[in-house]
T-cell receptor, first 116, second 113 residues
């Protein structure tokens, strides 16, 4: 049982490049989400999904796209990287719905992204 | 909109000192409350959670938190900290049914050996 797996761990991009951050979970969680962590700002929600084919925006969605074609995977796409997107990105998942014991979030190990 | 405030941004303690980290949230209805810990270079891990029932919640590694509804607070406590408690601590709130978790800005705790 690997939990939440994120790849890559580190990435350096040039302004304007695109890339996809991968996230996979093997706990059959319906809910998956992406956060970015910046000093002094805590974690801010980028996008989330409550099931395959369903996604929605969080607090800071601009510049990012997501899709959810399977329960297990929730990739985050940066279409045209900007220096303001330099951050640590965390994927997190949980059971959705309040008949599932009010499950807390399980986090991946993070991706440290630098955009120059 | 819901928000979470953690007033202590940096805390430095000596080993064996007592710890209390403040967390206040703004939302008038039912909430689920969490404390997460992030050790240096690692991902966030759940320390403890409150959904309902006894407002004093015990978590891992000797941590506990008390939910005071009238004060919209969920402060984290530990009677005697250890060097290994050096980490960043995040309070988080979830409104049932919204699927969104709102995190505070975090408190960096440094414990001196």
């Amino acid at each position: 049982n690997a939990g939440v797996t994120q790849t890559p761990k580190f990435q350096v991009l040039k302004t304007g490049q695109s890339m996809t951050l991968q996230c996979a979970q093997d706990m059959n969680h319906e809910y998956m989400s992406w956060y970015r962590q910046d000093p002094g700002m805590g974690l801010r929600l980028i996008h989330y999904s409550v099931g395959a084919g369903i996604t929605d925006q969080g607090e800071v969605p601009n510049g990012y796209n997501v899709s959810r074609s399977t329960t297990e995977d929730f990739p985050l796409r940066l279409l045209s990287a900007a220096p303001s997107q330099t951050s640590v990105y965390f994927c997190a998942s949980s059971y959705a719905g309040w008949d599932k014991n009010n499950s807390p979030l399980h986090f991946g190990n993070g991706t440290r992204l630098t955009v120059t | 909109a819901q928000s979470v405030s953690q007033h202590n941004h940096h805390v430095i303690l000596s080993e064996a000192a007592s710890l209390e980290l403040g967390c206040n949230y703004s939302y008038g209805g039912t909430v689920n409350l969490f404390w997460y810990v992030q050790y240096p270079g690692q991902h966030l891990q759940l320390l403890l959670k409150y959904f309902s029932g006894d407002p004093l919640v015990k978590g891992i590694k000797g941590f506990e938190a008390e939910f005071i509804k009238s004060k919209f607070s969920f402060n984290l406590r530990k009677p005697s900290v250890q060097w290994s408690d050096t980490a960043e601590y995040f309070c988080a709130v979830n409104v049932p049914g919204t699927y969104k978790y709102i995190f505070g800005t975090g408190t960096r705790l440094k414990v001196l050996a």
